[in-house]
């Protein structure tokens, strides 16, 4: 990679305006040039745009910068003609569900670095933080890396972990602990862009994938563990207010909203290797018609 001396012109994806807006801060203080955002307001490119688009494309349309321009590419040979425009260094993107192929990774002159939100190669895929909570894990961290033919498989160029999954975690309040350590390891990155360092090759013995949660994690088993069923029920809850999974209790389908693996005032249920007291819950939803 050729070496930079002057600031990067750099186009910005992300899934959120408070997102865009970190990323955005982060590349001004490193003396670099946002010069466009991109949102994918669809699943997959080619696709129809999915509910709730309107809503975060308004939400970030209301926090643009003064003549930033917005993307909302419906494919991605739409995405590589607009980015050709703009002339970019560099793409960053921090949340993109599309597969962003090498005829827009080539369209930048350095290319494109993603910000993943774990240490790679431990939780690649669309859902690392879900995983984490799911298997209790006591803490994420985030990962700069260049982007190659693969999801999140890119050799790391900054990353930093520490950052603390607590018991009630909520998706607001870990975001506020996850901006600076996204800042400081995109400033990180930018430094190393900028000094035309390749990047570290992941270790593939150590990788794992967090895919989209699989169908049967929206009903209780309580043949699993406590501890399992526990931090079932803190993932769906971490997704938002009244999510929770399905179960079976005393002969009454109920949708399991909070637990807690200490003796509390709620329904004691047996799990596979010990109690488990659920403290909030609601009547599941009546079956579809048919």
């Not at 494109?112 to 190669?121: D, E, K, V």
Request: proline share 10%.
């Amino acid at each position: 990679m050729t070496n930079v001396d002057a600031g990067l012109r750099i186009v910005l994806v992300s899934f959120t305006a408070d997102r865009l807006a970190a990323l955005h801060e982060t590349c001004v203080r490193g003396g670099h040039t946002p010069v466009a955002y991109a949102y994918s307001r669809s699943l997959k490119p080619g696709k129809p745009t999915d509910p709730g688009s309107a809503r975060v494309v308004a939400e970030i349309t209301d926090a643009l910068p003064p003549g930033m321009d917005l993307l909302l590419p419906g494919s991605t040979a739409g995405l590589a003609r607009t980015l050709t425009g703009y002339r970019p260094d560099l793409l960053v993107v921090y949340g993109f569900s599309w597969r962003i192929p090498a005829s827009v990774r080539k369209i930048p002159r350095l290319g494109a670095i993603n910000i993943h939100p774990s240490l790679l190669p431990r939780y690649r895929g669309p859902a690392p933080v879900l995983h984490a909570i799911r298997n209790g894990d006591p803490e994420i961290g985030v990962t700069a890396h260049w982007m190659d033919e693969d999801f999140d498989t890119g050799p790391v160029l900054a990353q930093q972990g520490g950052i603390p999954l607590a018991e009630e975690v909520t998706a607001p309040e870990l975001w506020q602990l996850t901006r600076p350590v996204v800042s400081s390891v995109l400033a990180t990155a930018l430094e190393q862009v900028l000094a035309g360092f390749p990047g570290e090759p992941q270790d593939e013995t150590s990788a794992s994938y967090a895919g989209m949660l699989e169908p049967a994690l929206h009903e209780v088993d309580w043949s699993g563990t406590a501890a399992t069923v526990h931090n079932q029920v803190r993932m769906f809850r971490f997704i938002g207010p009244g999510r929770g999974p399905l179960a079976e209790v005393d002969g009454r389908r109920i949708r399991v909203l909070r637990t807690s693996l200490a003796p509390a005032e709620g329904i004691r249920v047996r799990c596979a290797d010990a109690p488990i007291w659920i403290t909030e819950s609601a009547p599941a939803p009546e079956p579809a018609a048919p």
